[in-house]
């Protein structure tokens, strides 16, 4: 039973739309984090939270921006797709301390026509 | 954080153990080694993590030599639902992120 949740699991849309990818977590985490993933590539890290009104970017530049209002709450937004953000974006969290590995969610699969 | 290397993809036979090995030499004093399995479409799901000697859980054990330099997820008589990408990572004890590698690609064959 998921304890983060991401949707759409699958989106289609147009290029220059705006789009808004949801994650939410009931668990209480403080620190969140965005990966994005390519068919068969590894996971890169392009945006994390430390808890409210905190975010960073991660390592791979991305042209999404995050928001963090609510603990539970860490949605990802494009403010114009483009082609280039085809994609799996795959959302996780993480609890305090030293041994918590971290929660994913299903991911939500992005294509942009 | 410490750098990761294991072999990119691995074949089993149902009801073998499967043993993958990671080597991470420049693993610092506070790190722990936490294995990661990946399911095709699906997010990363956590396995198990240690800092040393043995860990054990209902689904693997993770063992881990003296110097920490390499260590090893061993799953027990796997199964074709076995078959995923698992990831060694390495990082501080309570680390803002983890990085992500290519990953071994388990293929358990009935």
């Known amino acids: 039973e998921a304890d983060i949740y991401q949707t759409p699991r699958y989106l289609v849309i147009g290029t220059g739309k705006k789009i808004t990818l949801e994650c939410s977590q009931t668990m209480g985490h403080d620190k969140m984090y965005w990966y994005q993933q390519d068919p068969g590539m590894e996971l890169h890290l392009i945006h994390y939270?430390?808890?409210?009104?905190?975010?960073e970017k991660g390592d791979l530049s991305s042209e999404s921006t995050v928001s963090r209002i609510r603990t539970e709450h860490f949605p990802l937004t494009l403010e114009s797709a483009r082609p280039s953000h085809t994609s799996q974006y795959l959302c996780?969290?993480?609890?305090?301390?030293?041994?918590?590995?971290?929660?994913f969610g299903s991911g939500t699969r992005l294509t942009v026509v | 954080l410490a750098k990761t290397t294991q072999p990119i993809s691995m074949d089993s036979y149902e009801g073998q153990e499967v043993n993958i090995t990671c080597s991470h030499n420049n693993i610092a004093t506070n790190d722990y080694i936490t294995w990661y399995q990946q399911f095709p479409s699906q997010g990363p799901r956590f396995i198990i993590q240690?800092?040393?000697t043995k860990v054990t859980n209902e689904v693997a054990s993770l063992f881990i030599p003296a110097d920490r330099k390499s260590s090893t997820l061993s799953l027990p008589r796997v199964s074709l639902s076995d078959t995923a990408v698992y990831y060694c990572?390495?990082?501080?004890?309570?680390?803002?992120?983890?990085?992500f590698g290519t990953g071994t690609r388990l293929q358990v064959f009935p």
């Open positions: 939270s430390y808890g409210v009104n905190s975010t």
């Open positions: 240690g800092y040393k």
């Open positions: 996780a969290s993480r609890g305090r301390g030293p041994n918590y590995g971290y929660t």
């Open positions: 990572l390495v990082g501080e004890g309570n680390t803002d992120k983890l990085i």
